[in-house]
């Protein structure tokens, strides 16, 4: 067997001069990540993985308009591309035209078009790991039992394309994350952390911070189910809007299936749906949120479109002082609705005008009320009000006159997120979050504050602990 | 009719790749070593009033050595097909494992199984979906999306397709090799629709399962759903909100399987009762020292763990540890007496199956680490049980819930809550027309508690998902669950609308 290996940028420029489509795009994903986890104060399962993906979307102009042929598969080889590109070519031959069809984004390239992938390996944790093992031994012990998980990924995209496109991102994506339990197994804590290339993890500071918030849960409180005076912590804040801007799709919107929809036609853009001073944004330069600035789709659906391939991304702002500004727009979305292309970016922030300080002014503050550590299987219960439920996990901590006094059970809650920012009373600086939820696999580059909600609906009682 | 391995598969150099790799492993001295190459083909096709949406098609190639080295776990993956890059993902599997030794406290152990020598397995299917051409496929969906939109009630329609074809090549130094096929397809479609006040949908309950082409041009009856659904959305539309409360419920397959997947599937695998999945997808109530004893639901209740149910998510031959695949009980006469296994798991509870593995160990993709996935989780009908009608006359006051929507349960599998499709109220055994908002809330094992009747064989329907989740990083598992139409009693029913209210 003979095997030619080749670059990421000769696998486009082979799988362009192979396609017989009257255009193509070709995506590489070089992408290399390290992995540990741990439970019971032991390494479980570990990995160091490798992988390089190509998608070669084809357009074939036909009578009603262009269609597209989108497919996505592994090659390593100049023959292998040649297959994925034969592939796509027939499959845009075969589609009918695609409604999404526009003219395909031309001629930019990035700085750094020819460099090469960048790889990660699992040295990035050689300060990590020895600190886990020394976490493990002191927290067996103590009495504490750690189970977690760090994850390191650096994922290098190239986009090129036959209307003269030679775009390159390099995206690094990590975090830690540490699940705490007493020897009895009563009573439970968590912390977790983005990071970019893991420097700024000391897991034996984590480890203090966690035997901090069990002492918290040595007096036990029970609370029955209700409406109570909330702190939710960024990384809950961080779930929530990760959901308010999944389901932000314009064509949802404007077809009339979600929140953001106005009754009896079009869409909530332009009113008012938060407090004074709320504001949702994504943007790809915002640091250490650093994300993609070009757009890439390895097929359309509603929110995505292939034709958008490329097309640059900037600052866009979801809600400002309370008002709904944007949803998540494709130019063919943009085109139903009469609103600017606003397309997906790959994080989100919220900021409260005028907050400062940290979550521990938010409990300074609060006579008695609930301080939540995070929040766990969030799924959507009714589009139409963007109702949500899902549960507290992992800590929930009792505020008697601005002090912690003991852990209460945990909840089952339903709530809107877009409601909680129209109801809530205090918010605290935005730092940089993890959302517990969906961080590890989905949504991991996330800053939002604290919030303090009067009246939070915690449903029923869960008796997990 | 099933058919044979795909040629395309048979023709990658898997052979070769794992003795080289296998071979290093062994001369670096590990304790066990496996090798697996695996080929996803996968194809999505959205369809929506009418029109293309979108479609993509994926073909998956890579392969992974997973060692036992100084009592540690190392696993590394590749996608160059070479036998020099075989033997380089070995060496980094082993010096992962030399890393993993030093917080490695409690040595791996895997339960013994006996030896395969080149096996083969293909699941049952009749028309493979990637011998369809796309064009046909997206005209199907065409159809059922503008013929629900000639409902008075439907303003937009939308239909998908899911089909992945997997295959997989297991060896393992003590010698067993396995070469196999699974084809599996998701159809479904749904309707959406409003008023100036409310707007709803609702989807087909069509379960995804094993089975090639010939399920979307036979094997459900399409045309009698797609003829149903525009006036019960109609209907939806018009229907009353319910009033929150305590209700019987007789629920329908097409609902419950997520149930048991939630509340039994997850709460029955071994590693997330001993801690493994505590960062992640949680642990579960149904801890070791409570097997044999703890009262899972009334005594009608039984409950079987498989991997070899034809049609079924889950199904295969042998599993990514290469352990043949069995049925198995897990709850039997109302009380918990078993547990999803893999070897490692099977290694810490010699006392069960034999010190087996019962075969759950799976790995969604070739740059992934097999671990407890769950197996196709069922409760069995009562052979002599009544129909769904008869279970519905048994209800003074209650709810037939049909087809599912919502769901979300506690870290330790206790509290959950599930909406549905098509909620059915029932007055004096008899239904009275749709009830919107409804939610219903309990706790797993007062849930269960209150079991009153399972219905008969007839009405058993298997079904599942695609999307299952667990494990760091996140692996994907699709995996089926059979039920009968079932009565429970004195259930909580929250309105939806007023949870959401202030």
């Not at chain 1, 007493?182 to 009573?187: H, K, S």
């Not at chain 1, 002082?321 to 998540?328: A, H, K, N, W, Y």
């Not at chain 2, 094993?210 to 525009?230: F, K, N």
């Not at chain 2, 197996?375 to 002599?384: I, K, M, T």
């Amino acid at each position: 067997m003979t095997t030619i290996l080749a670059t990421a940028q000769e696998l486009v420029e082979r799988g362009l001069a192979a396609s017989s489509a009257d255009d193509c795009m070709v995506i590489v994903r070089e992408s290399t990540s390290a992995n540990l986890r741990w439970a019971n104060n032991t390494l479980t399962t570990n990995g160091v993985m490798s992988d390089r993906g190509v998608t070669v979307v084809s357009f074939v102009r036909k009578a009603g308009g262009t269609a597209a042929g989108s497919v996505t598969g592994s090659a390593t080889t100049p023959d292998q591309v040649g297959d994925l590109v034969a592939a796509a070519d027939a499959a845009a031959r075969d589609a009918e035209p695609a409604e999404d069809a526009n003219e395909l984004v031309r001629d930019r390239t990035s700085p750094g078009w020819e460099d090469p992938a960048v790889p990660t390996d699992v040295t990035v944790y050689d300060t990590v790991a020895p600190a886990l093992g020394e976490a493990f031994r002191r927290a067996g012990a103590a009495g504490r039992v750690l189970y977690g998980f760090v994850d390191h990924e650096i994922t290098t995209t190239y986009l090129g394309s036959s209307t003269g496109l030679r775009l390159r991102h390099v995206q690094p994506t990590g975090h830690f994350a540490c699940t705490a339990k007493n020897a009895a197994l009563t009573n439970s804590a968590w912390v977790g952390t983005a990071t970019r290339d893991f420097t700024d993890v000391d897991p034996l500071a984590y480890d203090d911070e966690l035997a901090r918030r069990l002492a918290w849960g040595e007096r036990r409180v029970e609370l029955p189910a209700g409406r109570y005076d909330t702190i939710l912590p960024p990384t809950a804040l961080a779930d929530l809007m990760v959901d308010a801007y999944w389901y932000a799709g314009a064509r949802d919107a404007w077809e009339g299936q979600s929140f953001y929809s106005k009754r009896p036609t079009g869409t909530k853009i332009g009113e008012r749906i938060a407090a004074p001073g709320v504001n949702l944004f994504s943007d790809p330069t915002h640091d250490p949120l650093q994300c993609s600035p070009f757009l890439v789709a390895s097929a359309s659906s509603s929110e995505l479109s292939v034709f958008d391939n490329g097309l640059p991304l900037e600052r866009t702002d979801w809600i400002r002082d309370g008002e709904l500004r944007s949803l998540v727009q494709t130019r063919h979305t943009s085109g139903m609705t009469g609103e600017p292309v606003t397309p997906y970016i790959d994080n989100v922030v919220l900021e409260v005008d005028g907050a400062t300080g940290p979550i521990d002014d938010l409990v300074a503050g609060t006579e008695r009320g609930l301080l939540l550590t995070c929040l766990w299987y969030i799924r959507m219960v009714d589009p139409q009000a963007l109702l949500l439920t899902g549960l507290t996990r992992d800590g929930v901590y009792l505020v008697e006159n601005g002090e912690i006094t003991g852990a209460v059970n945990n909840f089952r809650w339903n709530e809107s997120p877009v409601d909680l920012l129209r109801r809530f009373s205090h918010a605290s600086a935005t730092v940089p979050s993890f959302s517990r939820e969906w961080g590890d696999d989905y949504f991991s580059r996330t800053a939002t504050p604290a919030i303090r909600v009067p009246d939070f609906n915690m449903s029923s009682v869960s008796q997990a602990t | 009719m099933t058919g044979a391995i795909d040629p395309s598969f048979l023709s990658l150099p898997y052979r070769v790749l794992g003795d080289a790799a296998l071979a290093r492993a062994a001369d670096l001295g590990v304790q066990h070593a496996d090798f697996r190459l695996e080929r996803i083909r996968s194809q999505r096709v959205l369809v929506r009033d009418g029109a293309l949406q979108g479609a993509a098609e994926g073909d998956e190639v890579g392969f992974a050595v997973r060692v036992v080295h100084g009592g540690a776990w190392g696993f590394a993956t590749g996608v160059v097909l070479t036998e020099e890059e075989a033997r380089r993902v070995a060496e980094t599997a082993v010096s992962v494992a030399e890393v993993a030794a030093s917080m490695t406290t409690r040595p791996v152990e895997l339960a013994p199984e006996p030896v395969y020598d080149d096996v083969t397995w293909v699941s049952s299917y009749d028309v493979n979906p990637f011998d369809v051409p796309t064009a046909d496929k997206t005209a199907v969906l065409a159809d059922w999306t503008v013929r629900l939109c000639r409902g008075s009630a439907v303003d937009h329609a939308t239909a998908h397709l899911l089909a992945v074809q997997e295959n997989k090549y297991y060896a393992d130094l003590a010698g067993t090799r396995t070469t196999q096929q699974r084809v599996r397809l998701q159809p479904g479609f749904e309707a959406m629709g409003g008023t100036s006040e409310v707007f709803d949908s609702m989807a087909s309950i069509a379960p995804p399962v094993g089975r090639g082409w010939e399920y979307v041009t036979g094997g459900w009856d399409w045309d009698a759903e797609i003829d149903e659904v525009p006036d019960l959305l109609a209907e939806k539309l018009k229907a009353p909100s319910v009033d929150a409360g305590r209700y019987d419920l007789v629920i329908h397959p097409s609902n419950l399987w997520l149930t048991i997947h939630e509340s039994i599937g997850h709460a029955t695998e071994l590693d997330r009762a001993l801690g493994y999945e505590a960062n992640y997808a949680g642990t579960s109530f149904a801890t070791p020292d409570k097997l044999g004893t703890l009262e899972y639901g009334t005594p009608i209740m039984h409950v079987t763990g498989d991997r070899t149910v034809e049609h079924g998510l889950a199904t295969t031959g042998y599993d990514d540890e290469g352990v043949a695949t069995q049925q198995w009980d897990i709850v039997r006469g109302g009380v918990l007496v078993g547990y999803q296994l893999d070897r490692p798991m099977a290694a810490l509870m010699p006392d069960l199956n034999d010190g087996r593995s019962n075969g759950c160990a799976f790995a969604d993709s070739p740059g992934h680490i097999p671990i407890q996935r769950m197996a196709n989780v069922s409760l069995q009908p009562d052979p002599d049980g009544p129909s769904t009608e008869e279970l519905i006359s048994r209800v003074e006051r209650g709810i037939y819930v049909v087809g599912d929507k919502s769901w979300s349960i506690d870290m330790q599998r206790f509290n959950f809550q599930f909406t549905g499709q098509r909620f059915f109220e029932i007055e004096d055994g008899r239904l009275t027309g749709q009830l919107r908002d409804v939610a219903y809330q309990a706790t797993t094992t007062e849930f269960w508690g209150s079991l009153e009747a399972v219905g008969g064989p007839e009405t058993w329907v298997l079904g599942g998902a695609f999307n299952c989740g667990k494990a760091q990083p996140g692996q994907v598992a699709a995996v089926s669950h059979g039920c009968p139409t079932s009565l429970f009693r004195d259930v909580r029913i929250l309105n939806t609308t007023e949870e959401g209210g202030q």
